[in-house]
């Protein structure tokens, strides 16, 4: 019998989601809903679900399985409601926006009945270039000593809504996240952060340049604009080590320095469709694998909570000119 989804909002990323998993034979996607209920009935329609009036009734809809999809601010109380009933839950990027409510996302998927399995989008994870960046530093092809992270966005004004902190959280909880797990999942546990930045174009702290201190040792520089227009790559990661450098540009290609005089190895990634590249697929298929196993989320709500504890201390360094040490009471 097929896994029963279903959706709670429709708008890119529920769509996003929602298309995937209606092309896995494994999943019926049951319900959707979304607060624009035409944008509901729309993507209902497209993948042979039901659009419904609420989260209420997609739980009542008898689904196993919830994908919360709505804007970054609105993401614990339909998660914490969907672990609290038994069911299965992939939130999108961020956990939460606030270290409080990330500790009650964790807390619920460590306790909830079932228990019920949680897991958080950072899909960037399962994007083929950074895949690959990963096996290149788990062979021992490249032993890192420091990094140069870029993670830019090029405006906030559209979507409209990206510009306003209500709904985003700030804007290093919008794309920014990404690397900042990133960076965690490469390079290991962060013990500090040192944060230095402007309110330049928006209402909020909108340029960033964070210094990341790595339990490992290994240090990183980390730059974060939010109106750097969308010059390519926006997003980027150098990595050093003896004589060898690794770099990423977007999700498109790597290439690999392995050595003075040695040729530098490209990898390609640009011609794949954007599901595959940028690992929403695999992300998708893997939550379905960890579901109908009982197995492990290959990205945890420890995963994510850290990513949160991230931003909340670059956060915490802008505001109090300091260097703050991770973990953070």
Known sequence: MALRVGILGAGHMGTTHATLLARDERVKVTAVADTDAPRAETLALRVGAKAVASLEAILDAGIEALFVTTPNTTHTAPVLAALAAGVHVFSEKPMATSLAEARQIRGAAARGPGPGLYQVGHNRRFAPAYKAAKARLADGSLRVTSAHIKMNRGELEQPPWVGDRAVTGGFLYES????????????????????????????????????LGFASGIHAAFTSCAHSTWLFPFERVELFGAHGALVTEEMERVQFAPGLRKPVQTQEFGPLPIPE????????????????????????????????????????SLLRGERVTLPLL
């Open 176 to 211: 920014t996240v990404h690397l900042l797990d990133m960076a965690r999942w490469l390079l290991g546990e962060v013990a500090w952060v040192q944060v230095v930045g402007g309110t330049h174009v928006y209402r909020e702290p909108d340029d960033f340049s964070m210094l």
């Open 277 to 316: 590249k940028w690992g929403y697929a695999e992300e998708d298929r893997l939550f379905v694998e960890a579901v109908l196993t009982r197995g492990t989320p290959p990205v945890t709500a420890e995963d994510g909570y850290r990513a949160v504890e991230l931003v909340e201390a670059c956060y915490r």
